[in-house]
């Protein structure tokens, strides 16, 4: 008994800024969660539940902003991966940690009207190099694209699905690029067949994600098939629309990750490369 009231009198009560992407989970009742990967300003919760985003991300500033993320202005707690948590009723608790959601913020902002012909210019380069540079999946992925080609399209999306190491396979991050390039960017110049393969394709990567990839990296899946992204995706997508400076933003992306960066970059292109061919221009 002295222990459990020591641990309360211990307790650590923060307000964080969830991303809406979690909304659903952090506002249902009370679920049983574990620490699936802890790091310094990091950690990712595996929520027990049927909903997706069925992973949520706790960080601090220094960390990337995922689309499953809740923001927190103090350190984080010292866990281990496999602790105990709960997620639901807007709080997280987690060891010394009770943490109340008090803001939210939007992971799939529009972009507004673009002018299709304004992306006849762009090009995306970049440092790094793609994980999977040359690999005849994302090629024949962005053929199928190009030319509106569902069924080439969806083969591809199902050979990438979890290919390739980390907590985020290369493979996933490239679908991801691409799920949220062809719905914001369709949806910004006008161009439906972008949109209506973005839906496509989203249906076939998280139909059985869970099972194929690591639990964050569906999580990932799962929010890139709604749009939604971390700031440094949006950044590109807004510089794609002339809404901020493109290289900047392109340099951000590029440091996410060991290849991560650069293969998110890559799906961006294979996106922009779709919205331009299916839009009429090339």
Do not use: K
Request: glycine share 12%.
């Amino acid at each position: 008994m002295t222990v459990s009231t020591h641990a309360r009198r211990a307790r650590v009560r923060v307000t964080g800024a969830a991303s809406t992407a979690v909304r659903p989970v952090l506002e249902a009742p009370r679920s049983p969660a574990r620490v699936l990967a802890a790091f310094s300003a990091g950690i990712y919760l595996e929520v027990r539940t049927d909903c997706e985003p069925s992973v949520i991300a706790l960080i601090t500033g220094e960390a990337a902003r995922l689309p499953n993320s809740v923001l927190l202005a103090t350190p984080l707690p010292r866990v281990t991966v496999g602790d105990d948590a709960t997620v639901g009723d807007r709080g997280i608790e987690l060891g010394s940690l009770s943490l109340g959601v008090r803001r939210w913020w939007d992971p799939a902002p529009a972009l507004g009207p673009v002018d299709p012909l304004s992306l006849a210019d762009v090009v995306l380069d970049g440092p790094g190099r793609p994980g999977l540079a040359g690999n005849e999946a994302v090629e024949l992925l962005a053929r199928s694209c190009a030319e509106g080609r569902l069924l080439g399209a969806v083969t591809a999306a199902e050979r990438l699905v979890g290919l390739g190491p980390g907590l985020t396979p290369s493979g996933d991050d490239v679908l991801a690029g691409l799920l949220v390039t062809l719905r914001h960017l369709g949806t910004a110049t006008g161009v439906d067949r972008a949109v209506w393969l973005a839906g496509w394709l989203g249906a076939t990567v998280t139909y059985d994600a869970r099972t194929r990839t690591t639990p964050i990296s569906a999580t990932l899946l799962h929010c890139a098939a709604r749009g939604e992204s971390s700031p440094e995706v949006t950044g590109v997508l807004r510089g794609i629309a002339g809404r901020q400076a493109l290289q900047p933003a392109l340099r951000r992306l590029h440091r996410l990750g060991h290849t991560s960066g650069a293969d998110l970059t890559q799906g961006i292109s294979i996106g922009l490369a779709s919205v331009r061919a299916l839009g009429g221009l090339r």
